[in-house]
Structure formats: structure tokens, C-alpha cells
């Protein structure tokens, strides 16, 4: 019987490595997966490059790891909001490297990594200094910046419910970047506010098929910053 | 020196522009402001980069926790019958795919060939933040830019070439400020309504490059708020 | 008020014109849009050039568009099927040009051609004749093939139900192809089983959101090839 | 000459090798037929391109429309408890970025380096075909063929070098014939199974590639069926 169940964020987030390349699900406060995130903390696991839309708030989710020093590079699109307290300090001191990338940017190159297509071209950033460095290339007389795909070691997601397969809903718009990173990693971790039985969830409605989780651990109400 | 719009007199005016059935985006800031005056009586649907399409202003009554619905700006907001769902991928195909009709984007600099600076002010000690203004940019069908004619220390906001970092090139097609309406136009910046008792002369000065008046051009105006 | 509800197909399918590029969404006859294309078939149009899964079968839809002349040019990955009478007939006379796609890379190109991504790098095809005229390069060791966007003046699908602005649900595996073409067309034409009302559609499942749907006709039963 | 297993039987076998909790697409023709013979009480997920994630034998008491489910030969089909259903870019996905874990897959030719070819036949009146049979071959984590031995001219449908066009280079790990289980290895053809009563020089003089038997090669059977 597949049963991809643990009991709990510790367990969920065993033999991730320093180093690791960790896609986040979440975008704010909204579908941030704080719970696995404040295990990977607990870990105290160092040099992690984090993948997300933002640098974290407060002191949980991406706000911890990055106060506990456990990350050496954030690739994100907006990495402050008020209460994005742990990273303005890092940036300050130079304790961090920063990858600005626009934010379909960042969705549509970890879709590709797990997509298994290596590269793309889009508009976004021609013209400007986010596409420094970057292959340009024109089509149809327009000129167009190649980009990378993006994969990560471990995807920490958050959802609503689960079955024992890894099969994931999500809530409004806390779905976000959660089923983008869930597609790019080699190990994907869910926590989610309730399991329900298998088949319990209508095969239509289905946003994250199975296919992509590893693991999912039940955390109902989770801890919030806020 | 006239009197300009204040920032929710510049939002609900952007709003009357905005044709029945357009999906627009409202970036964070004033932009945002545009979903609480929208035109009354007509449909719009607003789309939010983090995978809503249909959202209104928060109805405290509708149930759902702050958190589950948020727009770019990470505030509640609520959904109006017909809205959807979807991930942040799916959302900017329909950005960088020229679905979206509209995007209403803040800014630091517009140049008169339609460049936008809105995202990094260098030497600031903070980050650079881009969040989703360079996929809107160069993606949306129509960029509007809603802001200050001058900023706080009163260089003009409009000018001939940026000198901040730029969003996209070219990307914008229509300015609203406090002052007037100016459209980016093959043939440089062409105010269609402006302050009345405001002339062009004066609102030149205020501008960092050259403006010119339309033909027809109309007061531009709006009620208190 | 918006209403994208048009009152018959052959009113949903004004105004296409002589040489189109028509996006086709089905697999086998599962989700094809019978009474679009034949709707289609019966302007008399010419030159069109289809994108679909397949070549059709039976007297119906695709089918019917090929049997009627209408069609220059096939882009599909599978034109044959038992029934294929029409394009087996224009094939053999070779009355039609014929462009052969891998089924993953139709999808990825007309998605391409929805998401502003002109062009893509995709390992399938490599090393096969597939190949061949195609721009080649190594990611990593491996060699990929670069893919173009293929961009849709119209395209035709079949959905489940929809509302008056277009927000669409599928059946099943009916879904295929359907939502993939709805993305990548100037014009999104949807025959649905049934419209319900507005607010009718639980946001959290609609499959192809509205922004990509111009007009929607109601054909409850609708023809099929048997 | 020793019988071979039937089709039934081939696919039988097959299944066995399948791990619970694996992610298999099975192509059109022989694999399908997996479907039909996959192994009780274990838990393995079938996945068809045309946007289906758990199916299993149409069970004609499901209530579900046979054009509104089918496999990827356009069959109809039945739903396991976990199914999930999704469009064909996000099918591809799956297959093209490494999710699923075995493509079953028919071939006209495998040659000893993995090389397959099973999409078209040069010099056949009728149009080629490909499907999503290259992709499968590029994408899949492992690629098992499922074939007769030889053809109906007797010619081996193991060869060093495919003569037929390639559907993917350097793509399959394993075949099943009915006469034997070969997987492809860095040093070649290994047979791990066959008919037991036919010797590896019978079977050699079948195949067109230079085959070893493996240390604690087993005979291949199964079941009437």
C-alpha cells in the first residue's frame, strides 16, 4: 500500500542535505508551508539556496531559516515586506547572495525544470539590467532573453487536503507557486491541513496529481506569523 | 498652482477608462486602489498575479479567512461571481501571453518613448524587489501607468529618457496622474485631459519632456472621495 | 453586461477566414468539437491550416472539415486512426500537407504560443528525424531540440459547462487537448453541454478561467462519429 | 521449437516487475494489455498521455460515458480511488521531466545500445504516426519494450543497429518477447529470463544483437490465461 503519510514535520523533512536547492510554495504569508520550514530550521542545515517569491516575514517559514543562517543564496522575485526582518539584516551585513528574478520568471523556470525542457525565451527583463549577462535572441523582430530552467533538491509545499497518495487540493489563492514548486524537485514535501481517505478527493478537481509528491505530513492550523 | 486629484480621485478615474469586459491587472500601491473605486454597472475582472482572476474589494461577511485570498499587494480581498483560480505559471501565461487587457502599474520614471522605471532606486540600501512589473510590462496588451506628476521632491516623474533602471522599454501606453491624462503616442506625449484651470505651460514645467495638447481635450476631472 | 454566449455554432464560428490557423482540441473523438468544425466545414472555407492531436475519423468534425477540402495543411501527431477516411483519402492523392508533431511538443508549442514564449528546448525527437532542419543544442551533455511557438488565429474546443463569461469545466479525459488550444488562440470559440449562471462554477475548479474564451455555445448531445 | 508466451502472457509477466507505487504509461498495442493483467494487491498507478493519472479496466458499471474516458488507444477505461485528471501539457510534463517512472512501450526494432524504433515504417503507403511515443522515449525514468521476438517474417526485433527510423536514442532498459527478458546493459544484451527449454543459442539465433545469459537466469513463465 502507498502510503506517503508522516507524522510529522520532523520526519517530513529527514535527509534533505546542506546545500540542498529548496523550492517554497507560498506567496506572502499565503500558502507559505511555515510548519516544514521551521523543521528544515530546526535541522540547523547550512548553505541552502531557497526558491520562492519573497524573503519570508516574521520569525517563522523562510523568516526562520534564514535567522537560524541555514541559507546561503534566496532566488526570489520580492524579498522584502514589512516584517522581512531576518533577510534586510542579512542583505545588510552581506550575508546573503540575492537572485532577483522576475516573478513569472521564477514560475515559469521551475515549471521547466520539471518539465524537463532546459531552456526558453521570454520577453520579461529585455531591455533591462535583469537580463545583464543573459543570452538575448530575437524572434519575429522582437528581442527575447533566454532563461534557465530552475530544479530544486526538495519542493516545501503547503495545501489543504491530501490523500495517502500525495494527491493535493489547495485553498483559494494560498495555491499560488505551491503546485509550480511541487513539479520541480526531485523529493516534494506537502504539508496540509487535513488527509482525507483515497478517494475522497474528486478526480477532477485535483490540482496537484500524485505524481509529484513525495511526502505529506497533516498539520491542521499550522503556525502562523501573523 | 492648481489643485490635482488626490491618489483615490486618480484611481476611480483610470477605473471609468477601463471598458466593460477587460481583465486587468492592478499592480501594488495606487494601482491597487482602482479595485475599490471601480465603475459601478459595469463588469470588469480584475486578475492578481498570485492566481486570481475576479476578485472585489474584502467583503468582511464572505467567509473567507484573510489569509486563503489575497491580492498582489498580500491584502484580503474577496471573489465576484464568474472568478477563478488557478497557479502562479497559469497566471503569467495569461501576463506574459497578452491576455491581460490592462495592467495598472505605479511608477518612478515614464520616458516619452513609453519607458518605465518602476522597480529599483539605485543606491537605496534596500533590496531590489521586482515582483511581477516586468512580466506585466512586457506582456500585458495595454500598460497604464497611474501617478504622482512629481514626486516628493518635485523632479518630474515624466521625462525624456529614464535615468533609473528600467522595467521595459516601451512598455507603456497611457500615463494618469494627479494632473492629467497623457497617452504615449508615436508622436511623443499628448495630453488628453489635464487640471482646467491648470494650462499647458504650467504643466510643461511641471514634466520633463515635451508635452503636447490633443484636440478635444477635456477637463480632467473627478468627485470628492 | 458581458456574455460570450453565441445562439448557434454557425454564429460562434463567424467572421473565420480563408487560411486560418485553427487549434483543435480532442483526442480520438473524446472532447473533439464536432459541431464547431462542422459549423466550420459548412462556410466552405479554404486553406486552414489544423492543429490537433489527430487527422479525425468518421463523417464529423475533423473529418468532415478534410472530406469538404477545406483543409491545406495538418499539424498533428497521429493522423490515422481506423475511420481516418478523409485524410487517409487526401494523403494518398497527397492533397495535403502533412507536419508531424510528438504529442508532448504540440501541447508545449501552443502552450508556448499562449504563455509569450516563443520558442523551447525539448529533449523529445532528438537523434530522430523528427529532428531533422530543427536547431539542435546541449544542456548539461544532452542534446535538445529547439521548439517554436505555434500560434492560433481561431481556436475550437469542446467543454462541459461553462457560465457567460467563458469560465470552463471539462469531463474527464475529455479535458485532454481542450484547455491547451483555449490558451493559444486570438479568438477561443468553446461548444459547451451546458451554460449555467453566473457565480454557477466553484472558482477553485474551473479548468480554463475566462480570459481565455471568447464565445461559448450551448450544444446539449451534440453530433459524434458514432 | 519451444512455445513463447502469448501476448497475455508477456503483458502477465511484465506486471510482475512493476514495484508498487510506480508511475507507468503503457503505449497502444501489447501494453495496453497490461492494464488488463496488472498484479493484484499492489498499488501502481497508470498514466495515459491523454491527461490520466490512475486508471484501470473499463468497469462498465462506473456510470462514466465511454467517450468521456479513455486510454491513449481511445478505449474506454475505469478510474481507480486516487485518480487525478489533468490537461495534455501538464500530461507531458510528467513524461517529458522524468515523473513516471516505466514507459511500456511496443517496438519494431531495439537495438543492443537502447536505441528504439517504433513509429514508422519507410516505404508504407500509409502516413506516419508518432503519438506520444518519442516523448515517452526521452522522458520516462525507464523504458521497458514489450514485443513478439521476432517479427512475422521471422526477422529479430533485437538488432545492433535499428535500420528503422528512430523513435528515440539510447531510450529502452529493458525488453519483454515472448521468449525471453533482456535488459539493456552498458556491456550489452543480458538475458535474465527465458523459455526454459530453449537454449541461449536457439535464442541467440532469434535475435539479431549478441546476447550473454545472466548469472542466475530464471525461466520464464506464466500462468494460462
Redesign the interface.
Known amino acids: 500500500m502507498i502510503d506517503k503519510q508522516c507524522k510529522s514535520a520532523a520526519e517530513a523533512v529527514e535527509g534533505i542535505k546542506d546545500g540542498a536547492v529548496i523550492l517554497v510554495g507560498g506567496f506572502g504569508q499565503t500558502g507559505e508551508p511555515m510548519d516544514l520550514l521551521d523543521a528544515i530550521a530546526a535541522r540547523g542545515l547550512r548553505d541552502l539556496t531557497i526558491v520562492a517569491n519573497g524573503g519570508g516575514s516574521g520569525e517563522h517559514g523562510i523568516g526562520r531559516l534564514l535567522a537560524a543562517g541555514c541559507v546561503r543564496k534566496l532566488v526570489c522575485s520580492f524579498p522584502r515586506v514589512p516584517g522581512s526582518v531576518a533577510f534586510e539584516e542579512l542583505y545588510e551585513q552581506r550575508a546573503i547572495e540575492l537572485e532577483i528574478v522576475p516573478q513569472g520568471t521564477i514560475a515559469e523556470r521551475v515549471r521547466a525544470g520539471g518539465a524537463g525542457i532546459p531552456a526558453f525565451y521570454v520577453p520579461t527583463g529585455a531591455g533591462t539590467e535583469l537580463a545583464d549577462g543573459k543570452e538575448l535572441r530575437e524572434f519575429e523582430g522582437r528581442t527575447f532573453v533566454m532563461e534557465h530552467a530552475i530544479k530544486g533538491d526538495v519542493a516545501v509545499i503547503k495545501a489543504d487536503r491530501a490523500d495517502r497518495w500525495g494527491n493535493l487540493t489547495y485553498r483559494l489563492s494560498a495555491r499560488n507557486f505551491n503546485p509550480v514548486m511541487a513539479m520541480g524537485a526531485e523529493l516534494t514535501i506537502a504539508q496540509v491541513e487535513e488527509c482525507v481517505p483515497l478517494g475522497g478527493m474528486d478526480p477532477e478537481t485535483i490540482i496537484t496529481p500524485s505524481i509529484f509528491v513525495d511526502r505529506v505530513v497533516e498539520i491542521p492550523g499550522g503556525v502562523s506569523n501573523g | 498652482m492648481a489643485d490635482g486629484l488626490t491618489r483615490n480621485q486618480m484611481a476611480w478615474r483610470l477605473g471609468r477608462d477601463i471598458a466593460?469586459?477587460s481583465?486587468v491587472n492592478l499592480g501594488v500601491g495606487i494601482p491597487l486602489l482602482v479595485l475599490e473605486h471601480a465603475p459601478g454597472g459595469r463588469?470588469i475582472?480584475f486578475?492578481?498575479?498570485?492566481?486570481?482572476?475576479?476578485m472585489k474589494p474584502k467583503d468582511e461577511t464572505d467567509g473567507?479567512?484573510p489569509?486563503?485570498?489575497?491580492n498582489a499587494g498580500?491584502q484580503p480581498v474577496s471573489?465576484v461571481?464568474?472568478?477563478?483560480?488557478?497557479?502562479?505559471?497559469d497566471?503569467?501565461?495569461?501576463?506574459?501571453?497578452?491576455?491581460?487587457d490592462i495592467a495598472v502599474l505605479g511608477a518612478y520614471q515614464v520616458a516619452e518613448n513609453g519607458d518605465l522605471a518602476n522597480w529599483r532606486l539605485p543606491g537605496s540600501?534596500?533590496?531590489?524587489?521586482?515582483?511581477?512589473?516586468?512580466?506585466l510590462a512586457?506582456?500585458a496588451r495595454n500598460v497604464w501607468v497611474i501617478c504622482e506628476h512629481n514626486g516628493r521632491d518635485g523632479a518630474p516623474k515624466i521625462v525624456r529618457e529614464c535615468t533609473l533602471?528600467?522595467?521595459?522599454?516601451g512598455s507603456v501606453n497611457r500615463i494618469y496622474t494627479d494632473l492629467a491624462i497623457i497617452d504615449v503616442t508615436p508622436d511623443g506625449l499628448v495630453v488628453r485631459e489635464k487640471i482646467e484651470t491648470l494650462s499647458l505651460e504650467d504643466l510643461q514645467a511641471l514634466s520633463g519632456a515635451p508635452l503636447t495638447l490633443a484636440n478635444g481635450w477635456r477637463p480632467l476631472e473627478a468627485p470628492d472621495l
Request: glycine residues 18%.
Open positions: 466593460e469586459g481583465y463588469e475582472i486578475h492578481s498575479e498570485n492566481g486570481v482572476l475576479g473567507i479567512l489569509d486563503d485570498l489575497t498580500k471573489l461571481p464568474g472568478a477563478a483560480m488557478f497557479h502562479h505559471a497566471s503569467f501565461i495569461m501576463i506574459r501571453g497578452g491576455h491581460v540600501p534596500t533590496a531590489p524587489a521586482v515582483g511581477g512589473a516586468m512580466d512586457a506582456g533602471p528600467l522595467t521595459g522599454p
